[in-house]
């Protein structure tokens, strides 16, 4: 089946810098992928919608400026936390849809800021 | 807007027991409804999904789901639980504005007993 892949897996970094996190489809194309920030014991807060050739689509309350989407290719999307603060640690999950909304996720990446 | 609840933050089963997990939605049309799986810290795995057709459906790791219209329900069900089993279990709707997102329940947090 479809495979979406993420990288890294796991990331520490210092408060006021910044962290990219990579989303891949494997072995399909992807015009769309989805980034997902999920809190402990808690469900998945759809941050923004990675759009190849266009700019991300945010939900209400993210901060497009803090969270830096680009989709350069059909296969990998990137998000960038920028001046991380603790408050931003949390696990990041990404998707690709595949049609008919059906959805495959990646891994996830787990960032602590500190 | 959509919504989707699941009543049962966490259950707990004794090994061989049988399962059920709630989950109710709002939607205004026909649903497209899905329950993923979470292990700790991994991404989500797709169980079963419901587009059309028959209302029972039935999934991976011998899960099944009934779509009820008449109670705006999407129960998963399993005849007999297993150790691991244990995870964190999501249902999900998609959008009805048609842009493949999903939207999530909380959760269900299950935990097996030996």
């Known amino acids: 089946g479809a495979v979406v892949s993420q990288h890294p897996s796991r990331v520490i970094c210092k408060s006021g810098t910044s962290v990219k996190i990579e989303c891949r489809s494997l072995d399909f194309q992807a015009t769309t992928m989805f980034w997902y920030r999920q809190f402990p014991k808690q469900s998945l807060m759809l941050m923004a919608t990675s759009n190849e050739g266009s700019k991300a689509t945010y939900e209400q309350g993210v901060e497009k400026d803090k969270f830096l989407i680009n989709h350069a290719s059909l296969t990998l999307s990137t998000l960038t936390v920028t001046s991380a603060h603790p408050e931003d640690s949390s696990f990041y999950i990404c998707?690709?849809?595949?049609?008919?909304?059906?959805?495959?996720f990646g891994p996830g990446t787990r960032l602590t800021v500190t | 807007a959509q919504s989707v609840t699941q009543p049962d933050i966490h259950i707990t089963v004794s090994e061989g027991a049988s399962l059920e997990l709630r989950c109710n939605y709002s939607?205004?049309?026909?649903?497209?409804l899905f329950w993923y799986v979470q292990s700790p810290g991994q991404g989500l795995q797709l169980l079963l999904k419901?587009?059309?057709?028959?209302?029972l459906v039935q999934g991976i790791k011998g899960f099944e789901a009934e779509f009820k219209r008449s109670q705006s329900s999407f129960n998963l069900r399993k005849p007999s639980v297993h150790w691991s089993d244990a995870a964190e279990y999501f249902c999900a709707v998609g959008d009805e504005g048609g842009s493949e997102k999903l939207v999530f329940g909380k959760g269900t947090k299950l935990t097996v007993n030996p």
């Open positions: 419901y587009f059309s057709g028959d209302t």
């Open positions: 939607y205004g049309a026909t649903p497209y």
């Open positions: 998707s690709a849809p595949t049609g008919t909304y059906e959805q495959y």
